[in-house]
């Protein structure tokens, strides 16, 4: 089977790879039909990270048809249509039955790779996979591409908002107009949020965001930035941020534009200097967030509102690729052509 592979800075491939097999009983094999490129996966692709040349593919999020399955899984059988998350969660321990399934306690390997593939090996399926109605068939294309968001991103922008307590009436801030940024419009949106601001410099992603539900767009940074949202938000600053990035200068204008006592819920993967725990010590201000508990949100909220139509993350798919286009899915999401790559593996 054809599988993608990291090799070094700016070069993702594809090499043929022995099809996955159980290996445990809790197991379930996965035909791919979707998946994805995620911003996280950027931070190697930049050189950003340090990760091994010639190594899995750090991918992610994938939908699928389950091939087979260990003899302890009984939740999903061949032939099922399924949501592949990112996490692992078992369901039972104290974390996952809290509804933090993204930091599942039971489980030592807790995140997904190796997504960008024709087949995949999903270890703990028996509660982590989500089951869809039907057949991947009975779906239109732009109903598999919202289906796809809840594999990672749109459970990821709305674990910000969740931790974040959004609430009615709240004035929020959004950092970060990548996917999880936009998600996490959406989010903020079917949470109640009265105003919600998108910092963003780049217009198909602010006209994106305004289509979603922001109310406000600030294109400015630092403290330009800063005192345009406290202006924005009459002189107080946001109840709640949602930061989507994980970089340093997007933690600082994240603490920069929440008002005193107000939240912060931060989803994007860490990247940068250790917090001065003063930063947020003198002014009451929270700060949460971390893996999105995926599979909780998907069965409980998430997966109903895409198929009721009442939220259609799928847009944040502006261009698509076959497998073999995979290194130019990763290069245009670099070079910031299109906001979220998709694989049409099927």
């Known amino acids: ?13 594809l090499e043929e790879i022995s099809k996955p097999t159980i290996q445990d009983s809790g197991d379930a094999i996965i035909r791919v039909i979707r998946a994805c490129v995620c911003g996280s996966d950027l931070w190697a692709y930049s050189g950003l990270d340090s990760k091994e040349t010639h190594s899995v593919n750090s991918g ?3 939908l699928g048809i389950i091939e087979e399955v260990g003899s302890d899984v009984t939740t999903v059988k061949p032939g099922d249509f399924v949501i592949v998350p990112f996490t692992h969660g ?20 807790n995140f997904s790779v190796g997504f960008q593939s024709q087949y995949i090996r999903f270890a703990y399926a028996q509660w982590a996979l989500v089951k869809v109605p039907g057949k991947s068939e009975d779906y239109s294309e732009g109903m598999l591409k919202s289906l796809l968001t809840l594999s990672d991103v749109m459970a990821t922008g709305y674990h910000a908002a969740r931790t974040a307590h959004v609430k009615p009436g709240d004035k929020v801030v959004v950092v970060g107009d990548g996917a999880v940024g936009q998600c996490a419009v959406i989010a903020a949106k079917m949470l109640g949020a009265s105003q919600i601001i998108m910092m963003s410099r780049h217009k198909d992603r602010q006209d994106l965001a305004l289509e979603f539900g922001a109310t406000d767009i600030v294109a400015e940074r630092g403290a330009e930035g800063i005192s345009k949202v406290i202006a924005l938000t009459g002189g107080t600053g946001a109840d709640a941020v949602l ?3 994980g970089a340093q200068a997007s933690t600082e204008q994240a603490m920069g534009v929440v008002r005193p006592g107000g939240f912060i819920g931060r989803v994007g993967l860490p990247h940068g200097k250790d917090m001065n725990p003063a930063t947020t010590f003198y002014r ?16 409980e909220i998430l997966l109903k509102a895409v198929l009721d139509g009442q939220i259609n993350p799928g847009k944040v798919f502006t261009h698509s690729y076959s497998l073999d286009e995979i290194n130019q899915a990763y290069k245009d999401m670099a070079d910031r052509k299109t906001i979220k790559s998709l694989l049409v593996i099927d």
């Not at 078992?90 to 390997?109: I, K, N, P, R």
């Open 284 to 299: 009451n201000i929270t700060l949460a967030g971390g893996p999105a508990s995926v599979t909780t949100y998907d069965k």
């Open 90 to 109: 078992c369901g039972h321990c104290a974390a996952c039955l809290a509804g933090f399934d993204g930091v599942c306690q039971d489980h030592e390997d």
């Open 1 to 13: 089977m054809k599988s993608a592979v990291f090799e070094n800075k700016g070069k993702v491939s």
């Open 243 to 245: 930061e989507c990035v």
């Open 60 to 62: 992610h999020e994938a």
